[in-house]
């Protein structure tokens, strides 16, 4: 099986440093207790070459560098963190199994998707510097020999053919610390040993008679020789990062830079596995004190659109943040994913503006995530003409590209044939479009476009119905062209409201009552017929008209044919 192995030398102050990146450039060590001295486990560049070493003490250390920074060493944090970047590494490796503190073995299987294990391993350290991590990388087929060469070769990356083991020969004694455990090249290096080399050249009877074991175990290894098997580490159900802030917060600023490197590591994660969130849950921590009393308070974030972006998350929980009002400074934060999807990737269309769905995509979670999931919600359309039926709630969500289909208002300007509406059929008895009582046919040939008013009078045809008021109320007023006469308004009520009617003695309408006032009407246009549902025991017959009512605006109102009263269906904007 060919393996590979990325090394990050110092991970855990690469790891420190991305997140607060004012720590970049300046001297940086970290520690650990040992038996209540504090010592040095890792230092920066800078501290380095000012003579700082691990296993120093921090007092001794801070005597050489003024100034220096001083942070707690936590193992369980770097094996997180290697493992989050093994999950981010997924798409391109099938597996990973983390070497805390500093490397990662890798599944190489998937190199000739790349076009071999050369290029493979180039875009992975690649794709490992975009997410700010810097190390070396080796192809090989023994755990061992990928390790050593990562650690303590000078190439960036390279790749060992089977039984490579020859290429060990230069490495330092040192290599072996690891696999051999605390104390066990203290023996070989006791007899002169310097190098991987001279260890593979002893004899083998004579290692093992003497050093038993581990002897033998170290011959082996230097020779190239590793049975152990690569074991994949599985993957946690949960998807959670947590961060402690190195001091409390009382502000914004460093609370959002530790969110980002958490949301970061999680969205990386994401995409590992192909998946967007759908909800997640920010949970501070706040400083305990004797007095404190209460639960750390949280923040749940329901997506508009199932996302793995870190800015667009980042964004939204920021915005959630400055309306949340803590009583003690904070000191650690976490976010867990809660719901996630699988990410299927989206298409933009040419012309399509990532900025603005971006932006839309922040008000939409907002408004979704203070007002309740069942807030927003989406329309689907149902196959029928009557308008308050004709759609139905669904659970809101931005398509990736949008659709074009037949809607009722489409419908309504060309049923299906058969169809019980008022519909007509021209001389080669095609389906028409839907028309008023007495209205002709604004279209010469099927499939032809509509003519101005002006081409057809000079032609000689007769105006249509559609682009001419109606006088069957007896109401004056200006044209409207057939489409617009047809368009549908963009808020449609729920259920027709019922509007008490003034008429003139020949039939005009002269007022509207709406809300509770009498209101003037200024302009009407239709009839546009709508009929239907006769099979059913709610059949309808409804005359449709565009009025303009004095102080309103535009309404889209119908005449009942059942009961002769005028109903309110919609308002155009």
């Known amino acids: 099986m060919r393996l590979g192995y990325l090394h990050f030398p110092r991970f855990p102050v690469q790891r420190r440093v991305r997140e607060t990146p004012s720590l970049s450039g300046r001297p940086l060590v970290l520690w650990a207790d040992e038996r209540g001295v504090q010592r040095v486990s890792f230092a920066s560049s800078t501290a380095l070459k000012a003579g700082v070493r691990p296993g120093q003490t921090v007092a001794s250390a801070g ?87 990562a650690r303590f070769s000078t190439q960036p990356a390279s790749v060992v053919e089977p039984h490579g083991g020859a290429r060990l020969s230069p490495l330092p004694l040192q290599a072996l610390a690891r696999a051999l455990g605390p104390g066990g090249v203290e023996p070989l290096a006791g007899l002169g040993l310097t190098t991987l080399g001279e260890v593979a050249a002893l004899p083998a009877g004579a290692v093992s008679a003497r050093f038993g074991h581990e002897g033998t175990l170290a ?226 040939e099927p499939g032809a476009e509509p003519r101005s008013p002006r081409e057809k009078s000079r032609d000689g045809d007769s105006e249509s119905r559609l682009d001419r008021p109606s006088t069957s109320l007896g109401m004056n007023g200006g044209t409207l062209a057939a489409s617009q006469l047809l368009e549908r308004p963009a808020r449609l009520l729920r259920e027709p409201a019922p509007l008490p009617a003034e008429l003139t003695p020949e039939g005009a309408l002269l007022s509207l009552s709406l809300l509770g006032r009498k209101r003037r009407v200024t302009a009407l246009f239709g009839p546009e017929r709508l009929a239907g549902e006769w099979w059913t025991e709610q059949p309808y017959a409804r005359d449709y008209y565009r009025v303009v009512l004095e102080g309103v605006g535009p309404l889209w109102i119908f005449r009942d044919g059942r009961d002769g009263r005028f109903y309110a269906q919609g308002v155009f904007d």
């Open 63 to 149: 005597a050489l560098v003024p100034g220096l920074h001083r942070l707690p060493y936590s193992p369980l944090d770097e094996a997180q963190a290697l493992a989050s970047l093994g999950e981010a590494l997924m798409v391109l490796t099938p597996g990973f199994q983390i070497d805390s503190p500093e490397g990662l073995w890798v599944d190489a299987s998937a190199a000739p998707l790349e076009g071999g294990e050369g290029p493979w391993l180039e875009a992975v350290l690649a794709f490992c510097q975009q997410l700010g991590w810097v190390g070396r990388g080796v192809i090989g087929s023994e755990r061992f020999t990928v390790q050593a060469l």
């Open 219 to 444: 011959a082996q290894l230097a020779r190239g020789a590793d049975d152990s098997l690569f074991t994949p580490d599985p993957l946690p159900e949960v998807l959670h990062e947590a961060i402690a802030l190195d001091w409390p917060a009382e502000a914004l600023e460093p609370l959002l830079f530790a969110l980002k490197s958490a949301v970061d590591r999680l969205c990386a994660r994401l995409q590992g596995r192909k998946l967007a969130a759908v909800r997640l849950t920010v949970r501070l921590d706040l400083e305990r004190v004797e007095s404190s009393r209460g639960a750390n308070p949280s923040v749940a974030l329901i997506l508009a659109r199932p996302s793995a972006q870190a800015r667009l998350l980042v964004e939204l929980i920021r915005h959630r943040l400055t309306d949340l009002t803590v009583r003690r400074p904070i000191c650690a934060l976490s976010v867990t994913i809660d719901e996630a999807c699988a990410d299927d990737g989206r298409q933009l269309n040419l012309g399509d503006a990532p900025e603005g769905e971006a932006a839309l995509e922040v008000v939409l979670s907002r408004l979704q995530s203070a007002l309740g999931e069942e807030a927003l919600f989406g329309a689907e359309l149902v196959d029928t003409h009557r308008p308050e039926a004709a759609w139905k709630e669904k659970r809101f969500a931005l398509s990736a590209a949008p659709e074009r289909s037949l809607g009722w208002w489409e419908s309504a300007q060309r049923p299906p044939v058969g169809s019980s509406l008022d519909c007509a059929r021209d001389e080669r008895g095609g389906p028409g479009q839907q028309r008023g009582l007495g209205e002709q046919s604004g279209l010469d």
